[in-house]
């Protein structure tokens, strides 16, 4: 069984930094895109960043200059640096990713995990 386990939210000030994690395991032959979604309270939950295992990468307009995403495909661990925090960037932080297991691919998410930045 595939399990994504996030870590690495907290409450920051505006203006700070959070890096997350996100790390895949279980029977994977192979990860393929990975991601980093966000939920606001009342909203919907919206893409932030997106790689891919070749390293392709692209971002929502809204945090663009000011987050990164990269990946270690060694460890099956994507990663999102956010720096320049902002209060509109509080929410829930989920991570997803395409895995190949079992002879199948299938999207997996994590169970999420709070970033609150304070003005």
């Known amino acids: 069984q595939v399990q994504l386990v996030e870590s690495g939210g907290g409450l920051v000030q505006a203006g700070g930094s959070l890096r997350l994690s996100c790390a895949a395991s279980?029977?994977?032959?192979?990860?393929?895109?990975m991601g980093w979604y966000r939920q606001a309270p009342g909203k919907q939950r919206e893409s932030v960043a997106a790689?891919?295992?070749?390293?392709?990468?692209n971002y929502a307009d809204s945090v663009k200059g000011r987050f990164t995403i990269s990946r270690d495909n060694t460890k099956n661990t994507a990663y999102l640096q956010m720096n320049s925090l902002k209060p509109e960037d509080t929410g829930v932080y989920y991570c997803?990713?395409?895995?190949?297991?079992?002879?199948?691919?299938?999207?997996?998410w994590g169970q999420g995990t709070q970033v609150t930045v304070s003005s």
């Open positions: 997803n990713a395409r895995v190949y297991a079992d002879l199948r691919t299938r999207d997996y």
């Open positions: 279980g029977r994977i032959f192979s990860v393929n895109a």
């Open positions: 790689i891919t295992s070749g390293g392709s990468t």
